[in-house]
């Protein structure tokens, strides 16, 4: 697969335990943010996504959290499998943008058995 | 459902050959489609942008080109490939019907170069 890992943030977490990714956006008129998860050779997979006007919204097993008072985005994995060990990648999208997204640098998610 | 295929999966090509990666989207019309590229262990730079058959926006200056001959085709073309185009190409799609969709990827082509 990809070569990841060189620059990117690494999260270690036991299999069994919660994760917590983290991002910090950078525009502080983006209106809209979406989570994503690359394994090694794929393309990223949306988990989910969040408008500005929620701070928090949840789905199986993750949950997102937005605090647009210091541009922070959090990914709350709960109970983390074998399975969620990928690259994580934040989005955001900036209003006068129109429909394309900006993305952060990722964050890599090993889960330990 | 909505699916979207991009071919080839890996391509070994040499510095100054041409380059041409096709990506189809099936299950949706008029998707607003979208070519990127990822440096190893780095996020998603955009590169093209097209919100219809013929219409192309380019992100940043460089040695590619991308067009839309049919709806739900988006092809990145080289008429020289260089060394500094090696990388993971991936195309997406998202609905234009609502604002703040989601874009949605296909598997990439991993392109080096040699």
């Known amino acids: 697969g990809e070569n990841v890992g060189l620059h990117l943030p690494t999260l270690s977490v036991q299999e069994g335990d919660n994760s917590i990714i983290n991002c910090a956006y950078s525009n502080s008129a983006s209106d809209y943010f979406i989570w994503y998860k690359q394994e090694s050779g794929k393309g990223p997979q949306f988990i989910i996504d969040?408008?500005?006007?929620?701070d928090k919204r949840q789905g199986q097993r993750v949950t997102v959290l937005l605090n647009k008072t210091v541009k922070h985005l959090s990914l709350q994995i709960a109970a983390t499998q074998p399975g969620d060990s990928a690259v994580y990648f934040c989005a955001e999208n900036p209003m006068e943008y129109g429909n394309k997204l900006v993305f952060g640098a990722g964050t890599i998610l090993r889960v330990k058995s | 459902s909505q699916t979207i295929h991009q071919w080839p999966a890996t391509l070994v090509q040499p510095v100054g050959s041409p380059l041409s990666l096709e990506c189809t989207v099936e299950?949706?019309?008029?998707?607003?489609l979208y070519w990127y590229r990822q440096a190893a262990g780095r996020g998603l730079q955009l590169l093209f942008y097209?919100?219809?058959?013929?219409?192309i926006s380019s992100e940043v200056p460089q040695n590619l080109s991308a067009s839309r001959p049919q709806d739900r085709q988006f092809i990145l073309s080289s008429k020289k490939l260089l060394l500094s185009d090696s990388g993971f190409y991936l195309c997406a799609w998202s609905d234009p019907t609502y604002s703040n969709q989601p874009q949605h990827f296909g598997d990439g082509t991993r392109l080096s170069i040699l």
């Open positions: 969040i408008r500005s006007n929620m």
């Open positions: 097209s919100v219809g058959i013929g219409q």
């Open positions: 299950g949706t019309s008029n998707p607003n």
